[in-house]
């Protein structure tokens, strides 16, 4: 009898904990967020954010076969964007951002509200310096902090997200990459500081799903037209479309969630 086995780890959420014993472990991420099941947190200083107002040298848009990244350089000095405060004790350093988005409105947010998805979810990655790399921030448990922010739809376009999506187009199949012309400061993508928000301790949402996040989840919701959505579900992965590329919800085990407002 021959058996081929073909792994196909991140389209296959049930079976990540065969490859990777974290993703069945009990701190998981994505989870729902449950208004009335939360603490409130108060923080001896405010969420602050630095550097996101400086130009970086470049930015590059990649398809990466699972979602599209949004990576920088700041240069020799490296004036890379951080932030501290809030919930974090230290400095956390910008290393990418991207996406996660659904086929349908229904569906595509990794977190839920009140069990309910939205249709995307933008996830900014950072790393604490202290550690020096993301690849040795990811073996502490307060390692990386995730800013989170949920888009519901709009009739009007989201004009900072047209800073990215017209060049969507050359990166709409897999291991392709793309250097934006002109490249813009990541505060223009509308994310606005956020001081209303629900943090947690979590994991990485796919493989291999450490449990390594604090999780920072804007209370407010931005925007994005179906014009605007329907380049995201247009983009592929090696196999097939790269739409419905979020994590279900995983248990919270009795883990406190809190508010910050
Ligand atoms: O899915 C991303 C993954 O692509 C990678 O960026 C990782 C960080 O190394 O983070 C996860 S997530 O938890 O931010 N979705
Ligand atoms: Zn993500």
Same mark, same amino acid.
């Given at each position: 009898?021959?058996?081929?086995? %073909?792994?196909?780890?991140?389209?296959?959420?049930?079976?990540?904990?065969?490859?990777?014993?974290?993703?069945? #472990?009990? =701190? /998981?991420?994505? %989870?729902?967020?449950?208004?009335?099941?939360?603490?409130?947190?108060?923080?001896?200083?405010?969420?602050?954010?630095?550097?996101?107002?400086?130009?970086?040298?470049?930015?590059?848009?990649?398809?990466? !076969?699972?979602?599209?990244?949004?990576?920088?350089?700041? !240069?020799?000095?490296?004036?890379?964007?951080?932030?501290? !405060?809030?919930?974090?004790?230290?400095?956390? =350093?910008?290393? /990418?951002?991207?996406?996660?988005?659904?086929?349908? $409105?229904?569906?595509?947010?990794?977190?839920?509200?009140?069990?309910? &998805? @939205?249709?995307?979810?933008?996830?900014?990655?950072?790393? +604490? =310096?202290?550690?020096?790399?993301?690849?040795?921030?990811? +073996?502490?448990?307060? !390692?990386?902090?995730?800013?989170?922010?949920? @888009?519901?739809?709009?009739?009007?376009?989201?004009?900072?997200?047209?800073?990215?999506?017209?060049?969507?187009?050359?990166?709409? #199949?897999?291991?392709?990459?793309?250097?934006?012309?002109?490249?813009?400061?990541?505060? *223009?993508?509308?994310?606005?500081?956020?001081?209303?928000?629900?943090?947690?301790?979590? &994991?990485?949402?796919?493989?291999?799903?450490?449990?390594?996040?604090?999780? %920072?989840?804007?209370?407010?919701?931005?925007? %994005?037209?179906?014009?605007?959505?329907? +380049?995201?579900?247009?983009?592929?992965?090696? $196999? #097939?479309? *790269?739409?419905?590329? @979020?994590?279900?919800? /995983?248990?919270?085990?009795?883990?406190?969630?809190?508010?910050?407002?």
């Amino acid at each position: 009898v021959f058996q081929i086995a %073909i792994l196909t780890p991140l389209t296959c959420p049930d079976v990540w904990p065969l490859d990777y014993p974290q993703c069945g #472990g009990s =701190k /998981q991420s994505p %989870i729902n967020l449950e208004s009335n099941d939360m603490y409130r947190l108060v923080v001896p200083e405010q969420l602050q954010w630095h550097g996101y107002w400086t130009r970086p040298r470049n930015l590059t848009l990649v398809n990466n !076969g699972h979602t599209i990244q949004v990576s920088g350089s700041w !240069g020799s000095r490296d004036l890379s964007p951080w932030i501290s !405060g809030g919930p974090l004790d230290g400095e956390y =350093k910008f290393s /990418q951002l991207h996406f996660h988005w659904g086929s349908d $409105d229904s569906i595509g947010s990794e977190h839920t509200v009140s069990n309910v &998805s @939205f249709p995307m979810e933008m996830h900014l990655v950072h790393y +604490k =310096k202290a550690y020096g790399s993301q690849e040795e921030a990811t +073996k502490y448990e307060d !390692g990386l902090a995730v800013v989170s922010f949920l @888009f519901q739809t709009s009739d009007r376009p989201n004009p900072a997200l047209n800073a990215i999506i017209p060049f969507m187009d050359a990166v709409v #199949g897999a291991e392709l990459e793309v250097t934006l012309s002109r490249p813009f400061p990541l505060e *223009m993508l509308d994310i606005s500081f956020p001081s209303d928000y629900v943090t947690y301790l979590g &994991s990485l949402t796919t493989p291999p799903c450490s449990e390594v996040v604090t999780w %920072i989840v804007s209370s407010r919701p931005l925007t %994005i037209s179906h014009s605007q959505l329907s +380049k995201f579900r247009h983009l592929s992965s090696a $196999d #097939g479309e *790269m739409e419905n590329n @979020f994590r279900p919800v /995983q248990p919270t085990n009795g883990r406190p969630v809190f508010y910050v407002s």
